[in-house]
C-alpha cells in the first residue's frame, strides 16, 4: 500500500469521520482528556532567581508553610460535640426568644435566623 496523499486517500478517509457531529464531540472529549497528560509550560521557570526574590520581598508573602499568609481578626469559636436529652433540647425550641435549631443525620441547623 503506498502512502497516502493529503489531496486523495487521506481527505476521502478522514472526511466521513469530521462530518459527522458525534465524532466531532468525542473527539473533543477525548483531546480535553489528553492534555493534562502533557507537562505544561510554566513562565516562572524562566525568570532568574533573583528575580524571583525581589517579587518574593515586594509582595511580603511568608514563605514558611507553617505560619498563616493572612489571619483574621478573631476566628469563629469552635463546636463541641455533645448528645443532649431532651429536656436539654427544649432551651432550643425559639421559645422566649431564644435559637431554633433543627437536625438532621446528625447535622445541626440554626433556623433562628429567619425569624
Known amino acids: 500500500m503506498s502512502i497516502l496523499t493529503f489531496d486523495s486517500e487521506l481527505w476521502t478517509t478522514c472526511l466521513p469521520f469530521l462530518t459527522n457531529p458525534i465524532n466531532v464531540v468525542l473527539l473533543v472529549i477525548l483531546g480535553y482528556a489528553i492534555i493534562p497528560l502533557f507537562p505544561s509550560f510554566k513562565f516562572d521557570d ?14 511580603k508573602i511568608e514563605t514558611s508553610p507553617i505560619q ?6 478573631k476566628l469563629p469559636d469552635s463546636v463541641v460535640w455533645r448528645t443532649y436529652t431532651p429536656l436539654e433540647l427544649r432551651s432550643f425550641d425559639g421559645a422566649n426568644g431564644g435559637k431554633i435549631l433543627f437536625a438532621i443525620n446528625k447535622l445541626v441547623y440554626d433556623l433562628s435566623s429567619g425569624r
Not at 68 to 73: E, G, I, V
Open 46 to 59: 524562566l525568570r532568574s532567581p533573583e528575580d524571583v526574590t525581589e517579587i518574593k520581598q515586594d509582595l
Open 68 to 73: 498563616y499568609n493572612w489571619k483574621p481578626a
